[in-house]
């Protein structure tokens, strides 16, 4: 990011120069166009799935909340993610107005249409291609990019002057004209009369319905075609050249502000009917699972898996664990969105395997078996990376090994994506009842991993407040039906604290009125409890059931609300997680704050040690909590930084915090929600299972950069420290080994000054357009504290690509127009996707009861030839034809049309042959 034009583009959004503003207000903006369409669009198919069910539907109250129609939706464990897939796509909106300021087809103006239009176009292409792979954070992103061109569209072009009543279909669409758009001659606008911009758009222009947008322009001197309007705003230097003032619709106050509602019901609207356009090309499913709306938990459920020889004897007891863990939440609430599986052995490890399907994700695990390895130590951190690069926010993660890692150097790069995707990562340790060639060296003192060897994985547990269990192998069914219920869906942390060295240290926890099912993790040596009433555990109260599984003890506690105290005691490290059950959660982003504008960047990056900055708290399972108090609390000791909370609405709350700790710390929130049957308040205290970092380095890098396959792409970035200068290495991953990377293995880094480099980065020719790599550069000082990493997607991009839908040709029709006996009509059909095309994936009837065939496909695979028969009474015929990169569009044809399409007279021929027909039943009765 260059700092002057930050600035600048500050100053842009301030004044509502680039779009639909941001600040709250009377005015609508990006964030509510898109969120309503959004929560409207998902009503409507859950809708339409309950109907095909044959379940009541009952729609959630007005104004739409996040939390109503999930539940709506009958995925009342899906909330969360519901709510990270919306905050995705909204980040990436407003994004554009803070990265893309000056780019002016992302915003319609300077009469870039067609240039805007093709933004669109192959951005939706792009998120057709993520939900087909299943990649669906990726596609929330990437939808978030496009939906911001798609509604500046009815603000900055005339759309809505020339009494457009209905959203611009072809803006998505590629076979189609935007509309007559004006010449670059062509004079659009006179000077506004004063401040009154009403009727400033020439006649011609309104009155041959032709398209034109506001120039616009912030520096100095900048000009504009002559007799063109202009975008209009203080900032733009062009609405002072004649013909002065402006058409924009930003907000209430634009000079066109008269007609701002009409143009954010347009952009609303528009942004219903690409949703539309994304369903019918994906289909129901498979789009609410885009949106995080399913059955289930909406999570990812990850398994990693070592299949080195030394796993010989535990891979059966991994395959009866990991098969477990499935059967368990397979068709109930807990079933997960997804399920991933990443093996590793030495030196092959992955690739990534990913389904939504139990089915096929059990038939993975079935065919593990184990082998090969060599030496002792494995790529473990190698599997969990890439595990962690393609599993979405939030995912669940479970790695099997009975082996120390050999690649501990990966150690803080997996920090930083645990971090990252806010993952939850347990580690099952197996050690040994039989013979294992690995430990037998060692195993007449001890038969687990060295404490040096485990110390990595402890430490990773640690960081995604996860557990680590170190058992023989035949308790690993045992643990992991003990671990599991960390994985369901409505789980909560309540507390999450370590002490290394270990020391005696009482902590307390807040057991709200909507908390069950109390789990406390500890592995701590002594530990008491006390209860809220003040009670200690007896046999006569017993205050919980315990468990032991290896090194892990489980205490289920008794259901009393109120604060709880645990003193815990240890010689050796000891770590405490206590989680409970409740629809109550939240989620944290780091973010960029931009005082000016009242918005909001999400950070690529940690925050900066000793700094300020904020973090935004989206409250998830509850319409009426609000939160009290937010602190960072240190992991591993007492310091807390309290930070100051400043509610957005909508469940949102921005936290400004004076100072990065510069130790890991953990979110804290206090709430507090009424219950709605007893109207009483109650408090209710939640953490993020995540440990965060700050760090003393700062990197910077290019965004949403496009790659062609085949050629190299250099992507630059710049880093600087706080600290102490000297060299830093630098690491740079991708999430599939297919992509190749280049860069600088150290870096220089002097204090307070700016190191520019450069990553290459390069895609095999054969990488299909679409495809996502997600990049990580590493700068790596000698402590955790000088790490710092940027996570940046990059998507590759074939020039050549198919905007096209399929088109339909009736190469016969035996009609009823003839002959009015006739009481069936038939049409074929050849339905082909071009000589370019992708291919024909879907036809699929739409409208018409009859009976579509579909005949074998032409020796081309673009052409598929489709016959219809139906009676005479039901003479609509609609199909729904998608080609395989999602183009979709609707072929019609009607009973009394001939083949050349002409359906002329038919009509009266219809009522005439309707009545005939009446006429012949008569007869025959
Ligand atoms: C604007 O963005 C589009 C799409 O990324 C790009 O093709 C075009 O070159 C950019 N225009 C300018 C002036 O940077
Ligand atoms: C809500 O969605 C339906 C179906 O997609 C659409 O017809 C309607 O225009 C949408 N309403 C708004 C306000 O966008
Ligand atoms: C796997 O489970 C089956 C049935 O539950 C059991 O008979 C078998 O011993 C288990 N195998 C291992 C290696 O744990
Ligand atoms: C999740 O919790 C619910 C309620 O306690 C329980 O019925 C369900 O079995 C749990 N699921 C898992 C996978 O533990
Ligand atoms: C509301 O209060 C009642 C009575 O104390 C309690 O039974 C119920 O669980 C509470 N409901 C919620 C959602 O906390
Ligand atoms: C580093 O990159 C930034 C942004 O691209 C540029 O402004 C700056 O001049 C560069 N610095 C050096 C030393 O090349
Ligand atoms: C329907 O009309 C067509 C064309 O006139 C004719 O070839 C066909 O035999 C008729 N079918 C019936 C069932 O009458
Ligand atoms: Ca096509």
New binding site residues.
């Given amino acids: 990011m260059l700092p002057a034009l930050d600035v600048l583009g500050f100053l842009l959004i301030l004044t509502g120069a680039q779009g639909f503003g941001i600040l709250p207000g009377d005015s609508q903006n990006h964030l509510d166009i898109t969120e309503a369409a959004i929560l409207n669009a998902t009503v409507q198919v859950c809708r339409v799935l309950a109907e095909n069910e044959g379940n009541d539907f009952t729609f959630p109250s007005q104004p739409f909340t996040v939390t109503g129609v999930a539940t709506a939706c009958r995925a009342g464990n899906s909330i969360r993610s519901f709510q990270l897939s919306i905050l995705s796509i909204i980040f990436r909106n407003v994004r554009v107005d803070i990265r893309q300021a000056f780019n002016a087809s992302f915003h319609f103006d300077d009469e870039s249409f067609n240039g805007g239009r093709n933004i669109i176009l192959t951005g939706l292409a792009i998120v057709k291609f993520n939900i087909q792979q299943e990649d669906f954070e990726v596609a929330t992103e990437n939808l978030g990019t496009i939906l911001h061109p798609l509604q500046d569209f009815y603000s900055h072009s005339n759309w809505v002057e020339n009494n457009n009543r209905f959203p611009n279909s072809n803006l998505i669409r590629s076979d189609t004209s935007i509309g007559n758009i004006a010449a670059q001659s062509q004079a659009t606008c006179r000077s506004c009369d004063g401040d009154d911009c009403s009727n400033n758009i020439l006649e011609d222009i309104m009155e041959g319905n032709i398209l034109t947008s506001g120039y616009f322009a912030v520096l100095p001197g900048s000009t504009k075609p002559s007799g063109k309007c202009s975008h209009g705003g203080a900032l733009d230097v062009t609405s002072r050249i004649d013909p002065t003032g402006g058409i924009n619709k930003d907000t209430l106050g634009s000079e066109h502000g008269f007609l701002h509602e009409d143009a954010a019901t347009l952009a609303t609207m528009a942004t219903s009917e690409i949703l539309e356009n994304i369903r019918q090309a994906v289909g129901d499913i498979l789009f609410l699972q885009t949106l995080g709306i399913s059955r289930g938990s909406g999570k990812a459920l990850c398994f990693v898996i070592d299949t080195t020889q030394s796993m010989t004897d535990d891979i059966a007891a991994v395959q009866n664990a990991t098969s477990s863990l499935i059967n368990s939440v397979v068709g109930t609430d807990d079933q997960p969105l997804s399920f991933i599986l990443v093996t590793f052995n030495d030196p092959e490890f992955g690739p990534l395997m990913r389904t939504s399907d139990p089915q096929v994700f059990q038939g993975y695990i079935d065919d593990l078996s184990a082998s090969g390895g060599g030496d002792e130590a494995e790529l473990s951190l190698s599997g969990l990376q890439l595990a962690l690069m393609g599993a979405p926010r939030s995912s669940d993660i479970f790695l099997f090994t009975d082996a120390p890692a050999k690649d501990v150097e990966l150690k803080n790069t997996v920090i930083a994506l645990i971090e990252r995707t806010q993952s939850v990562v347990n580690f099952l340790i197996t050690g040994t009842t039989t013979v294992n060639r690995r430990r037998s060296i060692n195993r007449q003192h001890h038969n687990r991993i060295a404490q040096s060897d485990a110390q990595v994985y402890q430490d990773l547990a640690q960081a995604a407040g996860g557990v680590f269990v170190e058992v023989e192998s035949d308790e690993l069914l045992a643990a992991t039906t003990i671990i599991r219920q960390i994985a369901n869906s409505s789980v909560v942390t309540l507390l999450q604290a370590t002490r290394d060295p270990g020391m005696t240290v009482t902590f307390s926890f807040l057991v709200d009125e909507t908390t069950t099912n109390v789990i406390v993790y500890i592995t701590a040596d002594s530990v008491s409890f006390r209860a809220p009433d003040g009670s200690t555990n007896t046999d006569m109260n017993p205050l919980f059931t315990s468990t032991t599984v290896g090194n892990l003890q489980i205490f289920e506690l008794k259901n009393l609300v109120g604060e709880w105290t645990v003193d815990l005691s240890s010689l050796e490290r000891y770590s405490l997680r206590v989680t409970g059950q409740s629809p109550i959660d939240f989620l944290v982003d780091f973010v960029e704050f931009l005082p000016l504008l009242n918005a909001s960047d999400v950070l690529d990056t940690r925050p900066t040690i000793g700094t300020n900055g904020s973090l935004l708290v989206t409250l998830t399972g509850s319409d009426t909590a609000s939160v009290t108090e937010v602190m960072l609390v240190e992991v591993g000791g007492t310091g807390v930084v309290e930070g100051t909370v400043v509610p957005q609405g909508s469940g949102q709350f921005l936290v400004h915090v004076d100072e990065f700790p510069s130790v890991p710390f953990v979110v804290r929130i206090t709430g507090s929600d009424v219950n709605a049957t007893t109207g009483t308040t109650f408090n209710f205290r939640r953490q993020l299972p995540t440990n965060f970092q700050a760090s003393s380095v700062t990197i910077e890098a290019e965004v949403d950069r496009n790659l062609v396959p085949g050629t190299n792409l250099a992507v630059n970035f710049s880093a600087t420290t706080t600290g102490a200068g000297g060299n830093f290495s630098v690491r740079v991953t991708t999430n599939d080994q297919r992509f190749t990377t280049s860069a600088p293995s150290t870096i220089l880094l002097q204090q307070g000054e700016t190191t520019n480099d450069t990553v290459i980065v390069s895609a095999p020719l054969n990488t299909p357009s679409g495809t996502t790599i997600t990049l990580t550069i590493e700068i790596e000082g000698t402590g955790s504290q000088e790490t710092n990493y940027i996570v940046l997607r990059i998507t590759v991009f074939n020039t050549v690509m198919d905007f096209s839908p399929p088109v339909c040709e009736v190469l016969s029709i ?1 009609n009823c127009i ?2 009015c ?2 009481i069936t009509w038939e049409v074929s059909l050849r339905v082909s996707d071009g000589t370019d095309g992708t291919g024909v994936d879907q036809v699929t009837l739409t409208q018409g009861n009859g009976t579509l065939d579909m005949g074998p496909s032409d020796s081309n695979e673009n052409i598929t030839l489709v016959t219809y028969n139906a009676t005479c009474n039901a003479p609509d015929l609609a199909l729904l034809v998608v080609d395989r990169v999602g183009n979709t569009d609707t072929c019609t044809v009607n009973a009394f049309q001939t083949t050349a399409g002409v359906a002329s007279l038919f009509n009266k021929v219809h009522l005439a042959c309707v009545l005939s027909l009446a006429l012949g039943l008569l007869q025959s009765l």
Avoid: F
């Fill in positions: 035996v003839h002959n006996s006739n």
